[in-house]
Every structure is written in structure tokens, then in C-alpha cells.
């Protein structure tokens, strides 16, 4: 299923324009001048590493933070320009850019257009201006409003909207109202994805927890606020193709599959992650290290042994609600999947968790998937878990 000869690439812009109080990404302000140098600093890492995507077909192009638009337009889409001259990206390639509601006004976004970014990924998290501003968000429900429909006019249409559940204070109706309101938009997103919010080490909300200030929503609110999210997306024609991803037929996130499928992707910028051949690296946190010198910031290469490579394969693969096809499997590890995991596919085909079923892949061949069930996409965590050693 590693698609070699295909490649990705990722851009982190750490840069927010505050943090938000349950955020943990890398990601701070920083003022103009420092967001041009840090730019400047992306553009001569990727044209330096250009021959490590030598022979490669860039599928898929992503932008994303932090907040990249609150750097100026011109920055993103000079640096996609000079991507083009030495990156063989496809003319159908997906290229998303991340934004955030009160970032962006209709000349940013048709400069986006015309720079050829297809695909816009706006974090909302909740239609709730009190839940938005509790999360420490700089933006209200109108102002996601306002850059929805300036986005489908400057000619968008390939939206994902990013969306939070079990946020401290909010009810089952109010989670449902958040899910209408996003429903309701005209056209209504492609895409949707759907988190519970996570309460991070280090981060303000952490701190607030243990002062006693927030507390977190209790485990059953969370589970139902988790089945109304599947029942009411399923219900307006949303195919949940991840744990934690929706979708309207042919609008699945490519760069998110590539990802999962463990296809080769080079990551630009600080902390940015990459995998290629099955080696994974990361570029060091610092921002001004990276500032200086962007292409010495790579931290040890860890190559991947072969045990670690199938538990990828499982451990991420088992995300998609397709699951992993046993051919793929064969084809990369020249084992068949029962003869590496036989007894723990046994175990979990027997408690429910597991299914064998049969699909068409994209290259026309039937083939028999392993995928989660309903219930073991509920626990997907412990199903994957029995496959690490
Ligand atoms: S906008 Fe996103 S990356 Fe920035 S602080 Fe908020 S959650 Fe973190």
C-alpha cells in the first residue's frame, strides 16, 4: 500500500494570531517582519531538499499551522510558485491551506484561487460564540459566516470545516445546534471533521482543570455528543471515511489518506514531520534556529525496521473506515497479514471489532479489507493498540 513513487508536502506555519487556551500545536504571534523571514527560511529548505523528490508526482500540497493566513497572501502563494519550478506537482493535485475566520478577506482568498489552492479548511470548533470564546478562539460564529461565503464566492469549492466536541460547559443541544448551523450553510461543507477536545499537558485549560476552574465533560456527554456527531453526519449524506472524518462522495481529504496509507511525504518548517522510503524524520522546535539555518534543523533519522513498518500499516491503516486490504499487505511485506497477526484478527473478528469485507480499489482490483466495525471504530484505540509489539 506505500505509494513510492507518489509524494506529498506539508508547510507548518507556527504562527497564530493568539493561542487559543486548549492548544497545544507549535504555534505562537509573531510579528510581520519574523512571519516574512520565516517564509523566506520554508522556501530555502524546500528548493534545498528539492532532490530528495526527485522523480516524484506531488499529489497533494498542504498549508497548515498554526494559522497560515495570517501571513500575507503574497508569502503563501510566491512560495507555491517557486514549489512549482522544481516540485513535479500534479495540475490535479490537491492543495489545501488551513485558515482561520477573521484571517482572511476576498482578496486573500482569490489570491489563493489563482495560486491555485483548491481546497480551504476552516477552524470553527462550535457556532457557539460563548463555547468559542471559553476555547479562547478570536473569532465568532458571523465571522466564520462571513469567511464561509466569501470563500465559496472567490470560487472555494472544496471546504472542510473543523469542528470540537465535549468543549467545558456544553450540552448535548448545544453540540447539536453547532452541527445543524454547519448543515444549514449553503452549499453545506464537502468536508467535516469532528474531534473531542483533548486536554493537553501545558496548556492553559490543563492548568485551569487542576485549579479547579474548567472541568472536563464527563465521559458519557462525550460519547453521546461523539454518536450524535456520526448519526446526525451520516444522516446528511457524510461518509465517515476516518475515525474522525466525514465526507461527501469523492471530497475524502487526499493528503489525510496519503498519510494514513503511509504514503512518502516531506514535511517544510519547524517540527514538521516527513516520511520517505522508510525513513521518519522531524525538524527540530526551534523557531529561530530554524530562522538561521532551515536546512539544519533535521533531528535523527529513524529508519523504519520491518515490524515497525506493519504495525504502521495497521496502526494507521485501521483509521479508515475501509480498513487495510490484505493484498496490499502481501504485496509489501511479501507475508500475508494472518500469517504475521492471525491470532489477534482472530480474537477481534470474534468480539465484533473486526470485519472482513470486499472493495474495489482505486486501480480496479477486488480486493478483501480488514476494517473496524461500528463498535471497534468506538474503541479503536485498544483494536489498534493489540497490534503493536
Ligand atoms: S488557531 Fe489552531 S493552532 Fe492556533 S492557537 Fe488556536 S488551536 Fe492552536
Known amino acids: 500500500m506505500t505509494e513510492n513513487r507518489e509524494l506529498e508536502l506539508y508547510f507548518h506555519i507556527p504562527f497564530c494570531v493568539k493561542k487559543c487556551l486548549y492548544c497545544d500545536f507549535l504555534s505562537q504571534p509573531a510579528s510581520p517582519l519574523v512571519q516574512e523571514r520565516y517564509m523566506e527560511a520554508l522556501a530555502r529548505e524546500a528548493l534545498g531538499r528539492a532532490e530528495e523528490a526527485e522523480g516524484r508526482k506531488v499529489v497533494s500540497v498542504f498549508f497548515g499551522g498554526g494559522t497560515p493566513s495570517v501571513v500575507e497572501a503574497r508569502l503563501i502563494c510566491g512560495l507555491l510558485q517557486n514549489l512549482r519550478e522544481v516540485y513535479g506537482i500534479l495540475p490535479e493535485a490537491e492543495i489545501t491551506i488551513e485558515v482561520n475566520p477573521g484571517t482572511v478577506d476576498a482578496e486573500k482568498l482569490s489570491a489563493y484561487r489563482e495560486a491555485g489552492i483548491n481546497r480551504l479548511s476552516i477552524g470553527l470548533q462550535s457556532a457557539d460564540d460563548g463555547e468559542l470564546a471559553v476555547l479562547g478562539r478570536i473569532h465568532t460564529w458571523q465571522q466564520f459566516l462571513e469567511t464561509y461565503y466569501a470563500a465559496r464566492k472567490a470560487g472555494f469549492a472544496n471546504i472542510n470545516v473543523d469542528l470540537m466536541s465535549a468543549l467545558p460547559g456544553q450540552t448535548l443541544e448545544s453540540c447539536r445546534k453547532t452541527l445543524e448551523s454547519v448543515l444549514s450553510l449553503q452549499p453545506a461543507p464537502e468536508h467535516i471533521s469532528a474531534y473531542s477536545l483533548i486536554w493537553e499537558e501545558g496548556t492553559p485549560f490543563y492548568e485551569m482543570e487542576k485549579k479547579g476552574i474548567l472541568s472536563q465533560a464527563p465521559e458519557e456527554l462525550d460519547r453521546q455528543m461523539y454518536r450524535e456527531t456520526k448519526r446526525t453526519l451520516a444522516k446528511a449524506g457524510y461518509e465517515r471515511y476516518e475515525i474522525s472524518n466525514y465526507a461527501r462522495a469523492g471530497y475524502a481529504c487526499r493528503h489525510n489518506l496519503g498519510y494514513w496509507k503511509r504514503r512518502d511525504y516531506l514535511g517544510f518548517g519547524v517540527g514538521a514531520a516527513s516520511l520517505l522510503e522508510n525513513v521518519r524524520f522531524r525538524n527540530a522546535d526551534g523557531l529561530s534556529r530554524y530562522l538561521e539555518n532551515p536546512l539544519g534543523c533535521r533531528e535523527q533519522a529513524q529508519a523504519l525496521t520491518l515490524e515497525e513498518q506493519m504495525e504502521e500499516f495497521l496502526f494507521l491503516g485501521l483509521r479508515m473506515t475501509d480498513g487495510v486490504g490484505f493484498d496490499d499487505f502481501a504485496d509489501c511485506f511479501s507475508h500475508s497479514l494472518e500469517e504475521i497477526y492471525g491470532p489477534v484478527i482472530e480474537k477481534n ?27 471497534g471504530l468506538d474503541v479503536a484505540n485498544y483494536v489498534m493498540a493489540q497490534f503493536l509489539r
Open 349 to 375: 473478528l470474534r468480539q465484533g471489532l473486526l470485519r472482513r469485507c470486499w472493495r474495489m480499489d482505486g486501480a480496479g482490483r477486488r480486493q478483501e479489507m480488514l476494517a473496524l466495525t461500528e463498535f
